[in-house]
């Protein structure tokens, strides 16, 4: 019987050892991707998602959201909290139609999609600058409800604010170190057969907890002994070199199929 195994051309990245960083929850699609393309792929989640202490705010948010104009959502992690606490509250999706929407990439546009709602906005960039640049002259004297994690950058509602927006901000979830991690990251970094060749960084989350889970010297060691960095996007990039880490791979659109796409390419640029 004639083998069906795929032929090398279509397995551009066989035998590739990859570290997926994502939380166990989302790790799946970007792993998918990889293995369609013949990588090896080790999941080890360097953030872990939890409901944030008290969701007081949001629910607050959610039973006045008649009172706002614009509704900002920035990744599916916000988009599914979101919804589950609406779900909680015995209220429907269809409670935001009267809102304007804006979503930060395409992936958080599909999960509000999925809620059978309409995003007015998603930026070219997927990321909080581009967001700004295109909300900006929409939103002066607006009510506008932002919706993240408890640790973000304030790009979004320092910027709408000073163009004259009234933003307020409300914590979804907020990520935190996986301690079931460390020894785990350790042992692959440490394997003489399965250590990965390229680590993967989804968020700055990604990385800065990278470092809390393993030290700054090792993290360095890591780098330097040979294993690349690939970023989705230049956010994630400049966290990286906050810690003085190399940005080896870039994904050029901030997503996932982008950051496999970065990562293809660069097969024989770094001769993995």
């Known amino acids: 019987m004639p083998s069906r195994s795929k032929p090398a051309e279509t397995l551009p990245l066989k035998g ?24 090896r792929v080790l999941e080890i989640p360097f953030i872990e998602i939890r409901e944030p202490q008290s969701f007081a705010p949001m629910d607050t948010a959610i039973r006045s959201v008649l009172d706002y104009d614009w509704l900002i959502l920035t990744s599916v992690n916000g988009v599914n909290a979101l919804f589950r606490r609406l779900e909680k ?23 509000i999609e999925g809620q059978r709602l309409k995003v007015e906005v998603t930026p070219k960039e997927y990321v909080a600058e581009a967001v700004v640049e295109a909300l900006a002259r929409k939103v002066k004297g607006k009510r506008v409800l932002l919706v993240r994690a408890k640790v973000a950058r ?28 460390r020894g785990k990251l350790s042992d692959a970094l440490h394997s003489l057969k399965n250590k990965p060749q390229v680590i993967t960084f989804t968020s700055s989350s990604t990385v800065k907890n990278f470092v809390e ?3 700054k010297r090792a993290a360095t060691k890591c780098f330097r002994d040979g294993v690349r960095s690939a970023s989705i996007g230049p956010v994630t990039s400049a966290t990286l070199r906050e810690f003085n880490l190399p940005v080896n791979i870039q994904a050029e659109e901030y997503t996932i199929p982008g950051l496999v796409a970065a990562i293809t390419s660069a097969r024989e640029t770094f001769g993995i």
């Not at 304030?154 to 991690?181: C, F, Q, W």
């Open 213 to 215: 889970l393993i030290g």
């Open 16 to 39: 590739v050892r990859v570290l997926v960083s994502r939380a166990r929850k989302q790790a799946g699609a970007l792993s998918v991707e990889l293995k369609a393309r013949g990588a």
């Open 89 to 111: 509250l015995k209220l429907r999706p269809d409670l935001f139609e009267k809102l304007k929407i804006a979503a930060i990439g395409p992936a958080t546009k599909k999960a």
């Open 154 to 181: 304030d790009v979004i509602p320092n910027e709408l604010r000073r163009a004259g927006a009234n933003v307020d901000v409300v914590e979804a979830y907020e990520t935190v170190v996986p301690e079931k991690s």
